[in-house]
């Protein structure tokens, strides 16, 4: 099955709304853990706007499953953090600081020679590398190119079209996306606006190695719990297959 990783940013960011630290990001990990989670995520930004470096270092100390790390590694203290933590998996996303959220996949044609000596220092410390992509057939084989073992297909154009009823096209462009990447012995991860709803068409795509979800799911949390909305992702996730066929 493609395995579910649970981004925590806005657990971080209802906690940063007071100074009372609560909710706890470690207790909503542990939550997350017990209900089977396969991965926890976190995006540190410079700005500290929801996860802060404490959360990043707290969770390396109790994880018992896949730590991924996203950002930028070419902003504030990013590549330190992660290289002193040594996480499963980096995922590296090109977004600027005062991005409101991430909103595009890595342009390699411009960056390409950037990121290889990044990517160089993260896989010395046997850290997985996943780059953040759009669903752009002409740039996903570079990311062999530079280093990567994976890509993560940023999904909000797909959870778009699928909330508008329009999503056949769109959704073909991600099959031809992951099967590029796949053909260039890269891993397919996915992340971005997935939900509930969303996630079992989504993930019809064969060899989906593992999605990424925050926003919606700790939104649907606040009426379920997060314990059973984990529960709801997963199930939906034991269903598909990692070699089902379109």
Known sequence: ?????????????????RNID???????????????????????????????P????????????????????????????VCEIK????????DAPDAFTSNSGWNLAENRHQ????????????????????????????????????????????????????VETVFQKYIQAAKIAQDNDLGVNAGHDLNLQNLEKFCSIPNILEVSIGHALIAEALEMGLHNTVKAYLKILSSTSINKVI
Do not use: W
């Open 1 to 17: 099955m493609t395995n579910l990783s649970v981004n925590l940013n806005r657990v971080a960011l209802l906690r940063n709304s």
């Open 22 to 52: 609560i909710p706890s990001v470690t207790n909503a990990a542990k939550i997350a853990v017990e209900a089977g989670v396969h991965g926890i995520t976190v995006h540190p930004r410079p700005d500290e706007r929801h996860i802060k």
């Open 54 to 81: 404490r959360d990043v270092y707290e969770l390396a100390q109790m994880l018992t499953v896949e730590f991924n790390i996203e950002g930028n590694p070419f902003h504030g203290n990013f590549m330190d953090m």
């Open 87 to 94: 996480p499963t998996q980096c995922t590296l996303v090109p």
């Open 115 to 166: 990121l290889v000596p990044v990517i160089e220092k993260l896989k010395s410390f046997d850290i997985r590398i996943s780059l953040f992509m759009d669903a752009d057939s002409n740039q996903i084989p570079l990311a062999k190119e530079v280093g990567a073992d994976r890509i993560e297909l940023y999904t909000e154009p797909y959870a778009t079209a699928f909330r508008m009823g329009e």
